[in-house]
């Protein structure tokens, strides 16, 4: 069975994609798209990253895959990765803005009851690709370049800085949610996004080989009726369900590319058969996976 690569390290993900940049943190950095050089590919993918990217261009012209979403980007353009996703992307002209890429564990808002309530955005595993504002983009500019800035310096307490300058950039990123994508959500307490959050992240690193509820209800610990009220509250569904979506959107993302074929893609699924997989795919869809390739082309 043949996973999609996941980059855990910054830096194989950009000899991967000939970038000509390398990053001096395991956790955390920032750079701009003209530092990556002239010899970087024209595209990548598909691949999954175990860490965010939020990068903000002026003109940022591509063609970008999240599961089985396109989306094409051009001025004034917000894209933010996030861990687990199916990505593709196919550059389509010139690239101008910043690019940040961190990890959770850097990211101080995740553990902050105060702000945490604000990252719902980044919770779910929505595709979060659009045009913005010129004067939200000027905005984001300001804290992209003080970001860059200490990251860049030598300073007493850089990191603690760039730090809070995060926070303030998460704050922003989701007013530009509510505004832009979503409706406002009510307060959902902490111990529940978390508790989504950390089902979400197993199911994402393990779903090729473990389907079943019962897996993650042991390795979180945790009753079933606690995880499904938890996942219930943040995704709107049952745990079931959402390890049923994230098998669907890894399938209809590979029968989109047309790189596999539906007796490939059942295997590489871990389904026990090629007739079970066509089962399941129909229950959920309505259609046969060969009914929904041919209805792509």
Partial sequence: MK??????????????????????YSDFHIFRFNELGENVVEMHGPFKTDYFQFAIGSNLHSEVSVFNQIHISEKFSLIIFKPGQIIEWKRTGSWDGFVINVKENFLDAFQNNTLSHKLDYLLKLDSLIFQITEN???????????????HTSEGKDNLLVIKNLLNALLIYLNRIMQNEVFKDNP???????????????????????????DFYLEKMQVSAVKLNHAIKLIHGKSPKGLINDILLLHAKTMLNSNKKTVTELAYDLNFDDYSHFVKFFKKHTGLTPAAFQKNKN
């Fill in 3 to 24: 996973e999609i690569i996941t980059y855990k390290d910054f830096n194989d993900y950009y000899n991967a994609t000939n970038g000509n940049i390398k990053s001096k």
């Fill in 136 to 150: 939200d983009y000027n905005h984001l500019t300001h804290l992209y370049e003080m970001i860059y800035f200490e």
């Fill in 187 to 213: 307060y959902i307490n902490l111990e529940y996004q978390q508790l989504a959050n950390q089902f979400k992240n197993l199911v994402l690193s393990n779903y090729l080989e473990n389907k079943s509820v």
